[in-house]
Every structure is written in C-alpha cells, then in structure tokens.
C-alpha cells in the first residue's frame, strides 16, 4: 500500500533548520545513559583507561554506523519514505528490506512503553527536590539514627527506601490506584505523572516534525546542557573534588586486558549514539536530498559525546565519591540515579535547587529520546496506510498504552522493564544494526553508500571508511553482540522458565543456608579464607539454563561438596536442615514467586516477538511487493512547511 | 555534612588524580571539546548546500535491480 504518484506529489514534512535537526538527532541520543550509565560503566571498567577502547569503538562503530544512517535515511526521504520499513523497502526492493525495517519500527515503540515510566520517575524527582518534599525523606533518616547525627548509610538507605516506594519498585500495582480502608481512592502522585509524559509526548508529536519535535528539542537541548553546566561548574568547585575526580579519571591500565572492558566500551558507544535501530534514519528522512549529513551526524554526535564525558563523566561520580565514599559511587543506573543523586544533593551545599535542576534537565533529555522513539510509526502509519496525523498519534498512543500498562503494572523490581529491555532494547537493537551494516556495506555497496553519503557534504568521509564499513564495523558489531549474548543470554533464558527460575530460588536458600552454617561452623578467619572456594561452590551450584534440572542429583552434588570442605577442615557441619521437609516449606514462597515473575519475563517475551511478527507482516504488505517503489517518487518536487 | 565530609577523605585512598588521570581527563575532555566546537564552528559556518557537491547529483543503484534476494 506505498502512495500512489499522485500522493507522493503532496508537500511533505521537512526540518526547519539544520541546527533543528542535529539537535533532534542529538536530543534522540542524549539520556539518563548518559549522565547515569556511562560513569557508572567507565568507573567499573578502568576509570581513566576506559576511554581508550571507548574512543576506539567511536571511531569504528559509532561513527560509520551514525553516517550509514543519516545516508540511508535521506536516501529513503528521496522517495517519500519516512518510516524504516518503508526506507528499506525503497533502498531494497523485496520483502527483506520491510522485513528487516520493522525492526526500526517496533524497537522504539517498545522502548517508549517503558521509559516513559522513566520519565515520569526523573518528573517526580524534580517536582519533589524543587518544592522541598525531598527532605522530608532524609528528615526520617536523621531521627532514626543515634543521637540524630546522620550518616551516609542512613541517608542512602532513606533514598533507596524512597526509590522503591514511589517508582513502584516494592510491590506489583503500587502506582496505580488503589482503595484503601477507610480512606477511599487513593492515586499516588507518579500516576498522574505518567499521564502527563504520555500527554506532553504525544501532544508534541501530533505538531508534526518542524512545529513539534523541533520545536521542542531547540529549547530542551540548550536548556539540558546549561542545567547540566551549572551542575558541572558547582561539583568542580567543592573542596576536595580532585579526588573525586581521581577516582573516577585515574587509569588501571590492566583492566584493558580484560576483554569484558571492550565489550563494554563497545555497547556503551552503541547504545548511547542511539544508533542502528530507526530513530536517526526516520529524522535523516525528513532532509531535502541535497542537505548535508556528513557534518550534521559528526555534530549530532559530537553533542552526544560532550554530555556524556564533558557533563556525565565529571559530576555524578565525583561527587559521589566525595560526600558518600567509593562503595556508593559505583552502580548501575537506577541505583546512581534515584539513589546516590537524591544523597549527594542531600549533602551538597544548595542541594534542593541543584536537585532539581538535575532531574529536570533528565527530563528534558528523556522526553526528546521518548519523542524520536514515536515518530518511525507515525511515520509508518501515514506513508504506509495513508493515515492522517491526528489518526495515526491516536491508534499509536493506544497501542503504547496497551504495552506501558502492564509493564507499569509489574513493577516490582522493575521485572517487565528489565525483560522488555533486554530483548528489544539490547537484542533487537544489536540485529537491527548488524542487518543495518550488511545493508549499507554489501546490498547497497560501502562505496556507493559513501558516494551517496558525501553528496551535500561539508567535508568528505575519510577515504578508509568504505572498508571500515565493510569489513571491520560488521565484524567488530557481531564480536561484541556475539559477547553481550554468551554473558547474558544464559541468565535470561533461565528467567523466562519458571521450572528453571522455581529450582533456582531453592537451589539460592540452599546454598545461601549452607555458607551461613559453614561460616558459623569454622568461625570469620576462617570463612575468610576459605571464601574463593565458597564462590566456585555458589557458581556450580545454581543452575544455568543447560544443567541438569533433577533435584535430588543436585542435593547429592552438594551434599557431598558441602561434605568434602567440612573434612578437610576437620569441622562438625550437619547439613540434614537444607533437605528436610521444614526447609522445602519454608522456601515454597520463594520457589511461587519465581515461578511466577518467570511467567512475567516470558510473557513479556512473546508479546514482543509476537508484535514483532505482526508489524513485520504490516510492513510487508504496505512496501514489500516488487515494484512498489514508484521511481517517479524520487524526482518529486519536495515543498516545505511554512 | 562536614562530619560526614571528612569521613569520605579519611577513608579512601585516593589522593587525588595522578598523572595518567589528568592526562586521560584533559585528552579526552579536549578531543570531545576540540571536536564539538569543530562541528559547530562548521555548522554556523556552512555556505549554502549547493557548493558541497562531492559525487554525482544522481546515484545509479541499478545493482538493486540484480539484488537475488
């Protein structure tokens, strides 16, 4: 169902500027990774020597990757293709390239369902840190504490308690609204948050590209980074920060020895350009054919890269360091951001105001990553079924919504997000890109790609780069993901079967009970010596997907390794506790509830891949038939919006 | 605070960047800086699209038409 001559002569949405499109593409990019993500990942792998295979990975995968797809997208735009299907089908007329576009179509719907939960989480903690609630919640902390003196465990235990009340993050349904005796109906604040990311996003979106998205990411990104630089400028001036800022700069040398590091390095480039999965060819499409889009994605780029080193790597980790101690410095992502962020300003001098600036400027940022998630669809819903704007922002929102709910719903420990970001904003993303690659380097031809690449340019792409393309991004993609998938697959997998997940959670109490009586058996000099080999017994122990899933071959397998430490340490340890029917009973609760958020994660799984399968047939139909792409498109005179 | 201040300094053994940590923060601060300012210095710059021509106005990809698949 591609538009027919006639359609395909109506003026057709465009940028204003090209100021207006870099920093949509670079408001695309920059996110809580990059102010959260990357310290956290950079002060886990080496500090200061993270940044050689960062820079590397830069250059060979963010960059090539980046100019493929502002070319393919303007390419697309030449015949009036706007959504990554229809690109596709347009660069590679047959069912493959609509088949492989929609992947740039339900990853960022996918993605959008859940963050803009995320969204409303940075909304809350801005509106809490500006109106002053925020203190209220270390004030408790302060009267709990001996003699009123606080202290950092204190203040940090506060600000996970919070966290994990107000995200949602305690009890499944928890934002939602609920009856409660004696006190009616009773709606939490983040309820009412959502809505209003959901109103503020799809509002924006309905504006079209240059009145809406535009128009938001021109005052969203200067205001992001002016926030972010008086941040900056107040954490470079506390007294001590060099050892903050030793702390998180200092390089271990050694752990580039490690190959883990460079995978590492590898994703966190990949995934904060926000490459390979849509966004930037969708907005590359909307570019008249003789635009630039050398110097606009190295810009583009270039924006992502100084939030990200410039503003994330100088503030959160420092401070952290400063005011909380190495131990709480380091973490993943929600836990820097909704936890030691919310500390630190605790300590800081002024930290309410700072507070706020913080989470509202990663609410801008995320509201322009949540922005570019839904234009591919919009886009797709209009070009590929002819659907108006206001037609197709009402059939996405209720698709969106119909995925957000249930995800919000089962909040506790973030289950259905973490799930549904491991496979559409992790695996899908890593096919995407990798069938990205192959397209521009070997369907198209890395050297006609260029060509198309460098026309309009404000410099030419470096002559090595068609072989880059070819040969080394595609191979270097494919270690990383082929990496990524061998470390984390396993444990995934496991937690979508519930026989699995269910034995698991037994084998854990098993295991957990048996350290804890050994320890007390050979008394804490001795646990501490013998704590490697505890390790090697937990490890072999808890079951990855492939072993053997009997029980009673299990027991016996710890019965005799639990055995064999007590022999040779010539200490009494009766383990006949872990097997008998008290023990079972008392972990049944565990093994339920396991079973039952297993169900969730695989549930989350097929509806992913089921609207996978559904989108990828819709894409078919509307561009996959030969011929449909209509050669005349390509010479249609492009008229823009006033 | 300063009670707690001086709990976090007394406690670590950072003292401070070294030398490999001011080179590695500067250089990369520099490189993303360098290159940041370099885009847009070229951005606000730029003549007008037209004179930008590096390759044929229209790209042949007949091997599409080739494509087996």
């Given at each position: 169902?591609?538009?027919?001559?006639?359609?395909?002569?109506?003026?057709?949405?465009?940028?204003?500027?090209?100021?207006?499109?870099?920093?949509?593409?670079?408001?695309?990019?920059?996110?809580?990774?990059?102010?959260?993500?990357?310290?956290?990942?950079?002060?886990?792998?080496?500090?200061?020597?993270?940044?050689?295979?960062?820079?590397?990975?830069?250059?060979?995968?963010?960059?090539?990757?980046?100019?493929?797809?502002?070319?393919?997208?303007?390419?697309?735009?030449?015949?009036?293709?706007?959504?990554?299907?229809?690109?596709?089908?347009a660069i590679?007329?047959?069912?493959?390239?609509?088949?492989?576009?929609?992947?740039?179509?339900?990853?960022?719907?996918?993605?959008?369902?859940?963050?803009?939960?995320?969204?409303?989480?940075?909304?809350?903690?801005?509106?809490?840190?500006?109106?002053?609630?925020?203190?209220?919640?270390?004030?408790?902390?302060?009267?709990?504490?001996?003699?009123?003196?606080?202290?950092?465990?204190?203040?940090?235990?506060?600000?996970?308690?919070?966290?994990?009340?107000?995200?949602?993050?305690?009890?499944?349904?928890?934002?939602?609204?609920?009856?409660?005796?004696?006190?009616?109906?009773?709606?939490?604040?983040?309820?009412?948050?959502?809505?209003i990311?959901?109103?503020?996003?799809?509002?924006l979106?309905?504006?079209?590209?240059?009145?809406?998205?535009?128009?938001?990411?021109?005052?969203?990104?200067?205001?992001?980074?002016?926030?972010?630089?008086?941040?900056?400028v107040?954490?470079?001036?506390?007294?001590?920060?060099?050892?903050?800022?030793?702390?998180?700069?200092?390089?271990?040398?050694?752990?580039?020895?490690?190959?883990?590091?460079?995978?590492?390095?590898?994703?966190?480039?990949?995934?904060?350009l926000?490459?390979?999965?849509?966004?930037i060819?969708?907005y590359?499409?909307?570019?008249d054919?003789?635009?630039?889009?050398?110097?606009?994605?190295?810009?583009?780029?270039?924006?992502?890269?100084?939030?990200?080193?410039?503003?994330?790597?100088?503030i959160?980790?420092?401070?952290?360091?400063?005011?909380?101690?190495?131990?709480?410095?380091?973490?993943?992502?929600?836990?820097?951001?909704?936890?030691?962020?919310?500390?630190?300003?605790?300590?800081?001098?002024?930290?309410?105001?700072?507070?706020?600036?913080w989470?509202?400027?990663?609410?801008?940022?995320?509201?322009?990553s949540?922005?570019?998630?839904?234009?591919?669809?919009?886009?797709?819903?209009?070009?590929?079924?002819?659907?108006?704007?206001?037609?197709?922002?009402?059939?996405?929102?209720?698709?969106?919504?119909?995925?957000?709910?249930?995800?919000?719903?089962?909040?506790?420990?973030?289950?259905?997000?973490?799930?549904?970001?491991?496979?559409?904003?992790?695996?899908?993303?890593?096919?995407?890109?990798?069938?990205?690659?192959?397209?521009?380097?070997?369907?198209?031809?890395?050297?006609?790609?260029?060509?198309?690449?460098?026309?309009?340019?404000?410099?030419?792409?470096?002559?090595?780069?068609?072989?880059?393309?070819?040969?080394?991004?595609?191979?270097?993609?494919?270690?990383?993901?082929?990496?990524?998938?061998?470390?984390?697959?396993?444990?995934?997998?496991?937690?979508?079967?519930?026989?699995?997940?269910?034995?698991?959670?037994?084998r854990?109490?098993?295991?957990?009970?048996?350290?804890?009586?050994?320890?007390?058996?050979?008394?804490?000099?001795?646990?501490?010596?013998?704590?490697?080999?505890?390790?090697?017994?937990?490890?072999?122990?808890?079951?990855?997907?492939?072993?053997?899933?009997?029980?009673?071959?299990?027991?016996?397998r710890?019965?005799?390794?639990?055995?064999?430490?007590?022999?040779?340490?010539?200490?009494?340890?009766?383990?006949?506790?872990?097997?008998?029917?008290?023990?079972?009973?008392?972990?049944?609760?565990?093994?339920?509830?396991?079973e039952?958020?297993?169900?969730?994660?695989?549930?989350?799984?097929?509806?992913?891949?089921?609207?996978?399968?559904?989108?990828?047939g819709?894409?078919?139909?509307?561009?996959g038939?030969?011929?449909?792409?209509?050669?005349?498109?390509?010479?249609?005179?492009?008229?823009?919006?006033? | 605070?300063?009670?707690?201040?001086?709990?976090?300094?007394?406690?670590?053994?950072?003292?401070g960047?070294?030398?490999?940590?001011?080179?590695?923060?500067?250089?990369?601060?520099?490189?993303?800086?360098g290159?940041?300012m370099?885009?847009?210095?070229?951005?606000?710059?730029?003549?007008?699209?037209s004179?930008?021509?590096?390759?044929?106005?229209?790209?042949?990809?007949?091997?599409?038409?080739?494509?087996?698949?």
């Amino acid at each position: 169902m591609a538009r027919s001559s006639s359609q395909a002569e109506a003026p057709r949405e465009r940028w204003g500027s090209k100021l207006g499109v870099v920093l949509a593409v670079a408001g695309s990019a920059v996110g809580l990774g990059n102010f959260l993500r990357f310290p956290g990942t950079a002060v886990n792998n080496g500090g200061g020597a993270f940044m050689l295979p960062y820079l590397i990975s830069f250059l060979i995968l963010g960059i090539p990757i980046c100019w493929a797809e502002w070319t393919l997208g303007r390419l697309g735009g030449r015949f009036n293709r706007n959504s990554p299907p229809g690109i596709y089908g347009a660069i590679w007329p047959s069912r493959m390239g609509p088949a492989l576009g929609s992947l740039g179509l339900v990853i960022p719907v996918i993605i959008f369902m859940y963050y803009v939960f995320l969204e409303a989480w940075c909304l809350q903690y801005a509106i809490e840190f500006f109106s002053g609630s925020f203190s209220e919640v270390f004030r408790e902390a302060t009267a709990q504490t001996a003699a009123g003196q606080e202290t950092v465990d204190a203040v940090v235990a506060s600000a996970g308690a919070h966290f994990e009340s107000i995200c949602g993050l305690s009890a499944d349904g928890s934002v939602f609204p609920s009856v409660v005796d004696g006190a009616g109906l009773t709606v939490p604040m983040m309820f009412y948050l959502v809505i209003i990311c959901y109103a503020v996003n799809f509002l924006l979106i309905s504006r079209g590209v240059s009145k809406g998205i535009e128009f938001f990411c021109k005052i969203a990104m200067p205001a992001l980074i002016v926030c972010a630089l008086i941040i900056l400028v107040r954490v470079l001036t506390l007294d001590g920060i060099e050892r903050g800022l030793g702390f998180m700069w200092n390089p271990h040398w050694e752990s580039l020895k490690n190959p883990d590091v460079w995978v590492a390095a590898a994703g966190q480039i990949f995934f904060s350009l926000s490459i390979g999965f849509g966004l930037i060819l969708t907005y590359a499409s909307y570019l008249d054919e003789r635009e630039d889009v050398v110097l606009s994605g190295l810009t583009a780029a270039s924006m992502n890269e100084f939030c990200e080193v410039i503003l994330g790597g100088m503030i959160v980790v420092p401070a952290a360091f400063l005011f909380l101690g190495a131990s709480n410095a380091t973490g993943g992502t929600f836990g820097l951001g909704f936890i030691t962020v919310p500390s630190i300003m605790h300590f800081m001098p002024g930290g309410q105001l700072f507070g706020g600036l913080w989470f509202g400027l990663l609410w801008l940022g995320a509201v322009t990553s949540s922005l570019s998630m839904l234009q591919p669809a919009i886009a797709f819903l209009e070009n590929g079924y002819g659907m108006s704007r206001k037609r197709s922002v009402a059939v996405l929102c209720t698709i969106c919504l119909c995925g957000s709910l249930p995800i919000i719903w089962f909040s506790r420990n973030v289950l259905a997000l973490d799930h549904a970001d491991f496979w559409a904003g992790t695996f899908l993303i890593y096919l995407a890109a990798t069938g990205q690659v192959i397209v521009f380097g070997w369907v198209i031809g890395a050297e006609k790609g260029f060509a198309e690449t460098n026309r309009g340019g404000d410099f030419a792409v470096p002559r090595f780069f068609p072989f880059l393309i070819r040969y080394v991004t595609p191979t270097f993609l494919i270690v990383i993901f082929g990496a990524w998938l061998y470390q984390s697959a396993p444990d995934y997998l496991r937690r979508m079967s519930p026989l699995h997940s269910g034995l698991h959670a037994v084998r854990t109490q098993q295991v957990d009970t048996a350290l804890g009586g050994l320890v007390e058996a050979l008394g804490p000099k001795a646990a501490a010596e013998l704590q490697p080999e505890m390790e090697l017994l937990r490890e072999d122990a808890l079951p990855r997907f492939w072993m053997v899933l009997d029980q009673q071959d299990w027991e016996q397998r710890l019965k005799g390794r639990l055995g064999e430490i007590a022999r040779t340490r010539s200490v009494d340890f009766d383990t006949a506790l872990l097997w008998d029917g008290a023990f079972r009973d008392s972990v049944a609760d565990d093994r339920v509830q396991a079973e039952e958020d297993a169900a969730i994660g695989l549930g989350v799984f097929l509806s992913i891949m089921g609207f996978l399968l559904l989108v990828m047939g819709l894409s078919v139909f509307a561009y996959g038939r030969k011929g449909s792409r209509n050669r005349d498109e390509a010479r249609t005179t492009v008229v823009g919006f006033s | 605070m300063d009670l707690v201040f001086l709990h976090c300094i007394a406690n670590t053994d950072i003292q401070g960047l070294s030398v490999g940590g001011w080179t590695m923060m500067l250089t990369s601060v520099g490189v993303v800086l360098g290159l940041s300012m370099f885009c847009l210095y070229r951005m606000f710059r730029g003549a007008e699209p037209s004179q930008h021509h590096h390759a044929p106005l229209e790209i042949d990809t007949r091997d599409l038409d080739n494509s087996p698949l």
